[in-house]
């Protein structure tokens, strides 16, 4: 790095409304780097600043990441993607830099290494996921695997810069940017133990009202702290300079307003403005008054440890900001490596494949560990529901062979629950309750089995009552489908059975039925169809929907083709 000393301080201004579009022409292209986030030649990537350990940046770059996007549970989730993709990444491109996945890439190792790969709850993988993809679709800038050093490509060559960030959506992707940039600045400072006796850079700041708020700055982060707050209280030992510009000054984190060394107040209109501007200047009673008659360029100014313990009367040089419709030359910094998918990358691809399966079979080995935890009764009656699904659990007791007790059954039944092997649900089939059992997919890893396929829409007895009525057709001799798609629409109806050219359709009614009129209507739409049958466990439920169907308008021209089937009936014809 070049002595602090002998060179010039360096401006960094980020600029949200393009005000400072003719700062190069005006100060020449030499000492001014102009950029644009929607410029090719602008990349911002997740790599660490020079001098800093890939492992700590890796933290940091995670809660940045993690925190703007509103899933600070989910920083763990991404420092776990980063930990494995960075070196793998590096060692499949080469080269001396340190290169970090972008977005694109992170939301490819997420969705197609599975989603239970990188967290313990799959939950927190898919909201991650939401996030990288908001990312990668709503700034290109991120989309490069080493991007732009603000201090080595920057600050130590004595240079300044201005970063247009206009129109960014969502928000909180300019303040992640904002961040990352800061972040690069100060923590590489701090690494490199990098402390100066004099400010050699300024970082400026307009129209920070969202950045400086109390929810962006302090209640998105676990310790309250964001990195424009560690900036002004340790950036001044630094060399670090942050001057922000904001509208409404009420709104400001007080992390942050009580780390300002100079406060400068314009023109404010409004008592409660003007109040605020009292507060914090410490004005005498009535001279808040003043605020609201100050003109372009005037203002009250306060310095904390200056010479003048209070507040006083300044005037500034106003500049009129870039009002020319000139286009503005970009630059493009030489030390950017765009980022590549991960279909372009075989070598990147088959590392990832064998993490999969490695973490496939010790998955399967504590899942088998599992299962010999079981009592044989448990053991045989999920062996057999992954054999037989969909079957309902008395049957499947016959089919194992001997029929245990009722209290060895409910032993079984809670072994299974407390493992994670099976779900159960209670349906009332007619005069009696049937109970049914779903395998979970941890339950089927455990019999080296995958999961059903076909396992069609619904909760657990709305897939049983759909596969008997897929059942009952095999047995009447028809071809059958599930979640079959009626022609001309994107309706697809839980069940068909075709003959003779047309096809008889089957709604199951488990736990909602407000939408079943809508459906009755899409499949009436395809004349392949000759009929349409509800199916709900009870007859008392099929009253209820045949009298409140039969109300219908719409549905007067299909009455006599549609029809009302209990699960009871189908039941006694699959196992009589």
């Not at 080995?365 to 053991?379: M, N, V």
Request: charged share 20%; proline share 6%.
């Amino acid at each position: 790095m070049p002595d602090s000393n002998k060179k010039p301080i360096s401006l960094l201004v980020f600029d949200r409304k393009n005000d400072h579009r003719d700062t190069k022409r005006r100060h020449g292209k030499k000492r001014w780097v102009q950029l644009n986030v929607r410029h090719p030649g602008t990349r911002i990537a997740f790599q660490p600043p020079i001098g800093m350990d890939v492992a700590v940046w890796i933290s940091v770059i995670s809660t940045l990441i993690a925190a703007r996007g509103g899933l600070i549970f989910a920083a763990n989730v991404l420092a776990a993607i980063f930990s494995w993709a960075v070196p793998v990444l590096n060692q499949v491109l080469g080269g001396p830099l340190v290169r970090f996945p972008d977005p694109q890439l992170l939301l490819d190792l997420v969705t197609k290494g599975g989603l239970d790969l990188w967290a313990y709850k799959s939950e927190y993988a898919k909201a991650l996921a939401t996030v990288l993809q908001a990312m990668a679709q709503a700034c290109p800038a991120f989309s490069a695997f080493s991007g732009i050093d603000m201090e080595r490509d920057i600050i130590s060559q004595g240079k300044s810069c201005v970063i247009e960030i206009p129109t960014m959506n969502p928000p909180w992707i300019r303040l992640l940017l904002i961040d990352i940039l800061i972040a690069q600045i100060l923590y590489g400072r701090i690494h490199r133990h990098q402390k100066m006796d004099r400010t050699d850079v300024i970082i400026f700041l307009d129209e920070a009202d969202a950045d400086l708020s109390v929810i962006a700055s302090d209640a998105a982060y676990a310790d309250m702290y964001s990195i424009l707050a560690q900036l002004l209280r340790m950036g001044r030992e630094y060399g670090i300079m942050v001057v922000v510009g904001v509208g409404v000054l009420g709104n400001i984190s007080r992390f942050v307003s009580s780390s300002f060394q100079d406060l400068f107040i314009f023109n404010v209109s409004g008592g409660e403005q003007s109040a605020e501007a009292q507060r914090i200047l410490q004005l005498p009673p009535g001279a808040e008054q003043l605020c609201k008659s100050l003109k372009p360029g005037q203002c009250l100014f306060l310095e904390n440890q200056g010479a003048w313990p209070h507040a006083v009367w300044a005037q500034v040089d106003y500049l009129a900001p870039d009002r020319s419709p000139e286009p503005v030359e970009y630059d493009t910094l030489p030390s950017i490596v765009p980022s590549r998918p991960l279909g372009e990358m075989p070598a990147l691809q088959e590392a990832l494949k064998q993490k999969v399966d490695e973490y496939n079979r010790r998955k399967l080995e504590r899942y088998q560990a599992k299962s010999r935890t079981l009592g044989k009764h448990a053991a045989r009656l999920h062996r057999t529901a992954v054999a037989h699904p969909w079957v309902p659990v008395a049957r499947l007791w016959e089919m194992a062979g001997t029929v245990p007790s009722p209290a060895a059954q409910k032993t079984a039944q809670r072994q299974l629950e407390d493992l994670g092997f099976d779900k159960f649900d209670l349906l009332r089939a007619g005069r009696r309750n049937s109970l049914l059992i779903e395998p979970t997919e941890a339950g089927c890893r455990a019999e080296s089995q995958e999961p059903p396929r076909h396992r069609g829409r619904g909760d657990n007895p709305h897939c049983h009552m759909a596969h008997w009525v897929v059942w009952q057709g095999e047995r009447r001799g028809y071809k059958t489908a599930i979640e079959w798609t009626v022609p001309g629409t994107s309706h697809a109806a839980d069940v068909a059975h075709f003959h003779d050219g047309l096809v008889d359709l089957f709604e199951i009614v488990s736990t909602c039925e407000s939408n079943l009129l809508s459906h009755l209507e899409a499949c009436f739409s395809a004349k392949e169809v000759a009929s349409v049958t509800i199916v709900a466990a009870t007859k008392s439920e099929l009253k209820g929907i045949q009298k409140d169907l039969e109300s219908q308008p719409a549905l007067a021209p299909y009455l006599d083709r549609v029809f009302y089937v209990p699960a009871e009936s189908i039941l006694k014809e699959l196992w009589p």
